[in-house]
């Protein structure tokens, strides 16, 4: 098995962040107790437009796919989606241009 990193990306509807950052805080903890993701420390980045970025590695291909059959999982994701958008990375101003710029984000903070 290989494993994959994969770069999530959410960005929350107006007024929405605080509840975003709360579900955020859920999701990689929920992946690793299930054994979905591996240990390696994952990264929580902010674009300048307020999408978050959030860096793991899935433990294989197909516990990613076996993570959309999990009802944990799947009741995270679906609220994740009812206050944020799920988009990807050419729709951020920092990945038109080389050696991107993120703010880091502590999900604690």
Do not use: C
């Not at 059959?69 to 995270?76: D, K, L, N, Q, W």
């Amino acid at each position: 098995m290989t494993s994959e990193v994969v770069m999530a990306l959410y960005r929350p509807h107006e007024g929405k962040d605080s509840e975003l950052r709360s579900l955020i805080a859920q999701h990689v903890p929920s992946l690793l107790r299930l054994e979905l993701i591996t240990d390696r420390p994952p990264l929580l980045l902010k674009a300048a437009d307020g999408t978050y970025v959030e860096i793991f590695e899935w433990v294989s291909g197909a516990a990613s796919r076996s993570a959309h059959e999990h009802p944990e999982i799947a009741h995270i994701w679906e609220a994740m989606e009812a206050v944020a958008d799920f988009t990807n990375l050419d729709s951020l101003e920092e990945a038109q241009r080389p050696f991107a710029h993120f703010s880091p984000v502590s999900i604690g903070s």
